[in-house]
């Protein structure tokens, strides 16, 4: 059941929507909201600056960056491929690209392009580590990202996901209605939540409910719920729940099995099993390192 990596069939910036660009002319605006006092000290003489890769990691937000240093009026050129895994250890540091234009400009966009490059390739590298100790492991389904990003910076971050081989999960509120304990409380019943999200989402709106007990999961897969979140549950318990619900459904009703919570690297191997559809961590983009870069004017 496991999905192939987006990398592998085309260019990712093709996802990304129309107004991504805007994000980036607010980070400009936020970081210059005036004056720019050090652009006045260089000026805009022509110069060209190398991008070092410092940390192994997995490069990604390369559009990000572009865009970055194209509203600044410089040009990218580029030695590695998005995707790329790029290892420094024996060197120290690796030019990964060159930036070309105005000097001033060239450091308007520094510390903006840096950060959003270091922080996606931080969460590239981290899923595509996570990927590997799942697969490794014997796990066959999907992982997953969570809902559980930074405001504002969302669209970097899934982003980063993809760049990494994993599952995206939901982007937002609109993209899948998730029934979460707080839905069920105020609604009255997992039937009843069931019943309204599929009312209002219609067809092409898949419903997801938060269980925390077999009992609960039976409910909301009696109740027409298309994805059974078991939330929070150990490993032997994960597993015993996992087998029992697709034991006591098969031929019945169809629905995904999707867990959450507690995945860790050094917990994989006794956490994962195959009757899981769907694995969802945010182990992948919360608290994860930043890959090092580091951009240096050539003189």
Not at 106 to 114: D, I, P, S
Not at 260 to 279: A, H, R
């Amino acid at each position: 059941m496991a999905s192939e990596s987006a990398l592998q069939h085309g260019n990712l910036e093709d996802c990304l929507p129309v107004h991504w660009t805007t994000q980036i002319t607010s980070w400009l605006a936020e970081d210059t909201p005036s004056f720019d006092y050090g652009g006045f000290v260089v000026g805009n003489a022509p110069r060209t600056a190398t991008l070092f890769c410092k940390s192994p990691g997995v490069l990604a937000g390369v559009p990000f960056f572009n865009e970055v240093f194209k509203q600044c009026g410089c040009e990218i050129q580029w030695n590695y491929k998005e995707g790329a895994h790029i290892d420094p250890s024996g060197e120290g540091k690796i030019a990964v690209a060159t930036v070309g234009g105005p000097t001033r400009k060239l450091l308007l966009g520094e510390r903006v392009a840096l950060n959003t490059l270091s922080r996606c390739s931080g969460v590239a590298t981290k899923s595509a580590v996570m990927l590997a100790l799942v697969r490794q492991a014997g796990y066959t389904g999907i992982l997953a990202g969570t809902r559980k990003t930074t405001p504002g910076f969302r669209l970097v971050e899934k982003y980063g996901m993809l760049v990494g081989g994993i599952d995206g999960h939901r982007t937002d509120l609109s993209s899948m209605t998730m029934l979460k304990d707080n839905h069920i409380w105020a609604r009255g019943s997992i039937t009843e939540a069931v019943k309204a999200a599929k009312a209002a989402g219609g067809f092409a709106i898949k419903v997801e409910v938060e269980c925390q007990s077999e009992e609960e999961a039976d409910e909301a897969i009696a109740a027409g719920a298309d994805i059974i979140m078991l939330d929070n549950f150990t490993g032997p318990g994960l597993k015993v729940a996992a087998k029992s619900l697709k034991d006591r459904w098969v031929g019945k009703k169809s629905f995904l099995l999707e867990c959450s919570g507690g995945l860790t690297t050094e917990n994989v191997e006794g956490y994962v099993n195959n009757d899981l559809d769907i694995i969802s961590t945010s182990a992948v983009h919360q608290g994860v390192a930043h890959v090092d870069f580091s951009l240096k004017i050539d003189h």
